[in-house]
Nanobody
Framework: QVQLVESGGGLVQPGGSLRLSCTTS????????MSWYRQAPGKERELVAA?????NYADSVKGRFTISRDIAKNTVYLQMNSLKPEDTAVYYC???????????WGPGTQVTVSS
């Protein structure tokens, strides 16, 4: 049974930091590209950061967020620094494989940046 479980979300003040974790099971973690998406109220879900052979980031988070993975723990992380109110969203973990095509999502974790 495939599972992706995000954790580490919460309420933080502007300028603060959070570290999100996505712990996975039920598939071969090392064979998948992993990414973080977010969705703010009334907005479409957007890519935040991805890690596979390379890493890439949305322009809005470059220099502030860092994605990493621990293959031994089947876990992907998102370190978020210098948080802004516009970072407020539900953050989702996603696993992708192209051959065969497979996509898995976690249920999400809420991040709220507010004073």
């Amino acid at each position: 049974q495939v599972q992706l479980v995000e954790s580490g979300g919460g309420l933080v003040q502007p300028g603060g930091s959070l570290r999100l974790s996505c712990t996975t099971s039920g598939f071969t973690f090392s064979m998948y590209a992993m990414s973080w998406y977010r969705q703010a109220p009334g907005k479409e879900r957007e890519l935040v950061a991805a890690i596979g052979v390379l890493t890439n980031y949305a322009d809005s988070v470059k220099g502030r967020f860092t994605i990493s993975r621990d293959i031994a723990k089947n876990t992907v992380y998102l370190q978020m620094n210098s948080l802004k109110p516009e970072d407020t969203a539900v953050y989702y973990c996603k696993a992708d494989r192209t051959s065969p095509k497979r996509t898995y999502w976690g249920p999400g974790t809420q991040v709220t940046v507010s004073s």
